[in-house]
Structure formats: structure tokens, C-alpha cells
């Protein structure tokens, strides 16, 4: 089994956030309230003033939230879309947009890595990795189906007479949010580098989604990297778009003049 570990400050501003948005869509922050301050959400979870402030950067950079100087933190809105630049747990978007999650695992595996993975996650040729595929619904409908791949070691540092990288499925828990797991041996993710590119469903798409062959989907391509730089979990994803729409944040890049840089 996996053993707990401490939590780091990145976890726990995870922790926070999840609160956060449950007392959103529970209705405890309602549209246009204005949120306790630091302080006083830092006694509620029992965190620092640091912690409370990741946590609500990212429900900022989410949509959830407005600050507005001089005046504080105000709610302005539980957004479907899933905003590209930054990382939620899909369970926790799909609650947010008023719908009821599902999760449902198709498989696990354990197996080497091919040499892309190997690349992505650099890794050995001698390394594991364990391998879910997984399919979200929204409301019982499909809208998600992801095939995530972690290294074995970080599950499992040592395993059976001191072999490194040894992983069981049937060990760990798997019908939850990868980025919550990762968090509790330690990897939380920080940052993520991805590639969106439009699709059609094949025909295993369209069985895992339930659309049509030819429907239109978004796919996702990405690695994961906990605080450290360390790459800790290589993602493919493909959504069904007209459930939860991808929306990306741009932002505007400096301008050279004859003055410089502006």
C-alpha cells in the first residue's frame, strides 16, 4: 500500500481549493459575494495566509473569482469551461458547472515504456510504468476518456527484496483524481506542458464516448511536473467539447519600440 506522507504547502493549497469550490457550487459563496479574508479563511482550514493564497490564485486564473483592489475577492461564477492554463481535477470542474461526476477505470496495466515515454518521463528502458484508462461522465454522459501513464517508482519506491519500481494496481486507488494520488506520495503537480489538437472519433472513440464516428473532439497531449521540474505523469485525453468547452487564456506578449521593450 501507499504509504501517507506529509503534506507540502502545495498540497495543502490543493486541499484548500477543493473546500473553495465545493462551498461555491454548494451555494455557501453565493454569485457576487465577496470572500472572508485570508486570514480569516486561513483559521477556517487551518493553513497559513500563503497556503489561502495559492489556492485562491488558482480559482482566480480559473474564472471562479474576481479580485477587486481595494475591495477584496468576490465570486462571479462557477464557469463550465475548463481553463487550459491552469490544472483542476475534472471531477471537481464538472461539480462546479452543476453537474454530477462519474469516474469509471477500463483498465490498469503495468508495463514498460515505449520510447516516447521514456523521453517525456526520462526514464530507464529497465523502468515500469503503470497505466490507467479512465472515462469522466457529466450527468451519466461521457464527456472524458484519458489513458494516463506514472512512473512506477513514485507509487512504489521499493519494492519485493529491495527491486525499485515495483507497482500493483490492485494497491492503489484509482477511481479518484491522479493529481490528489501524486499529491500523497509526494509528486504534486505544479505545472504541465500540453498540445490541444482537434480530432474525429474514430471508431473506439466513439464506443468509450458514445457519439458518433466523425464527431468532433478535442484532444490533449501532456506532461505533468511537480515542483521540482520532475516529470511525474504523461496524459492523452479526449473530450467531448460540447459538454465542457476548453477555453484557453492568452496572454499579450512585450512589444519592442525604438524606447525599448513596452
Request: net charge negative.
Given at each position: 500500500?501507499i504509504?501517507?506522507?506529509?503534506?507540502?504547502?502545495?498540497?495543502?493549497?490543493?486541499?484548500?481549493?477543493?473546500e473553495?469550490?465545493a462551498?461555491?457550487?454548494?451555494?455557501?459563496?453565493p454569485m457576487g459575494?465577496?470572500?472572508?479574508?485570508e486570514?480569516?479563511?486561513g483559521d477556517?482550514f487551518?493553513v497559513?495566509?500563503?497556503?489561502v493564497?495559492?489556492?485562491?490564485?488558482?480559482?482566480?486564473?480559473?474564472?471562479?473569482?474576481?479580485?477587486?483592489?481595494g475591495?477584496?475577492?468576490?465570486?462571479?461564477?462557477?464557469?463550465?469551461?475548463?481553463?487550459l492554463?491552469?490544472?483542476l481535477?475534472y471531477?471537481?470542474?464538472?461539480?462546479?458547472a452543476?453537474m454530477?461526476?462519474?469516474?469509471?477505470v477500463?483498465?490498469?496495466?503495468?508495463?514498460?515504456p515505449?520510447?516516447d515515454?521514456?523521453r517525456?518521463l526520462?526514464?530507464?528502458?529497465?523502468d515500469?510504468?503503470?497505466?490507467?484508462?479512465r472515462?469522466?461522465?457529466?450527468?451519466?454522459?461521457p464527456?472524458?476518456y484519458s489513458?494516463?501513464?506514472?512512473?512506477?517508482?513514485l507509487?512504489?519506491?521499493?519494492?519485493?527484496?529491495?527491486?525499485?519500481?515495483v507497482?500493483?494496481p490492485?494497491?492503489?486507488?484509482?477511481?479518484a483524481?491522479?493529481?490528489?494520488?501524486l499529491?500523497?506520495?509526494?509528486?504534486?503537480?505544479?505545472?504541465?506542458?500540453?498540445t490541444?489538437l482537434?480530432?474525429?472519433?474514430?471508431?473506439?472513440?466513439?464506443?468509450?464516448?458514445g457519439?458518433?464516428?466523425?464527431?468532433?473532439?478535442q484532444?490533449?497531449?501532456q506532461?505533468d511536473?511537480?515542483?521540482?521540474?520532475?516529470?511525474?505523469?504523461?496524459?492523452s485525453?479526449?473530450?467531448?467539447?460540447d459538454?465542457?468547452?476548453?477555453?484557453?487564456?492568452?496572454?499579450?506578449?512585450?512589444?519592442?519600440?525604438?524606447?525599448?521593450?513596452r
Amino acid at each position: 500500500m501507499i504509504a501517507p506522507v506529509k503534506p507540502s504547502r502545495t498540497t495543502l493549497a490543493e486541499h484548500v481549493r477543493d473546500e473553495l469550490v465545493a462551498c461555491l457550487v454548494d451555494g455557501e459563496f453565493p454569485m457576487g459575494s465577496k470572500l472572508p479574508n485570508e486570514q480569516e479563511l486561513g483559521d477556517r482550514f487551518g493553513v497559513s495566509r500563503a497556503t489561502v493564497r495559492e489556492a485562491v490564485r488558482g480559482l482566480l486564473e480559473a474564472g471562479y473569482l474576481d479580485r477587486r483592489h481595494g475591495s477584496g475577492t468576490y465570486v462571479i461564477g462557477t464557469p463550465r469551461q475548463h481553463t487550459l492554463d491552469t490544472n483542476l481535477s475534472y471531477l471537481d470542474m464538472i461539480t462546479a458547472a452543476g453537474m454530477t461526476p462519474g469516474l469509471t477505470v477500463l483498465s490498469t496495466e503495468v508495463r514498460g515504456p515505449d520510447q516516447d515515454e521514456t523521453r517525456r518521463l526520462r526514464l530507464a528502458d529497465d523502468d515500469r510504468l503503470l497505466v490507467v484508462e479512465r472515462i469522466r461522465t457529466a450527468d451519466g454522459r461521457p464527456v472524458v476518456y484519458s489513458r494516463d501513464r506514472i512512473p512506477c517508482e513514485l507509487l512504489s519506491p521499493v519494492g519485493p527484496a529491495g527491486s525499485a519500481g515495483v507497482c500493483e494496481p490492485s494497491d492503489i486507488v484509482l477511481d479518484a483524481s491522479l493529481y490528489r494520488l501524486l499529491a500523497s506520495v509526494g509528486a504534486g503537480v505544479r505545472s504541465a506542458a500540453a498540445t490541444l489538437l482537434p480530432v474525429l472519433a474514430d471508431d473506439q472513440l466513439a464506443h468509450r464516448l458514445g457519439v458518433p464516428v466523425g464527431t468532433p473532439l478535442q484532444y490533449i497531449d501532456q506532461t505533468d511536473y511537480d515542483d521540482t521540474g520532475r516529470p511525474v505523469m504523461v496524459s492523452s485525453e479526449w473530450h467531448v467539447p460540447d459538454v465542457l468547452p476548453l477555453r484557453l487564456n492568452r496572454r499579450a506578449a512585450a512589444v519592442r519600440s525604438n524606447l525599448g521593450w513596452r
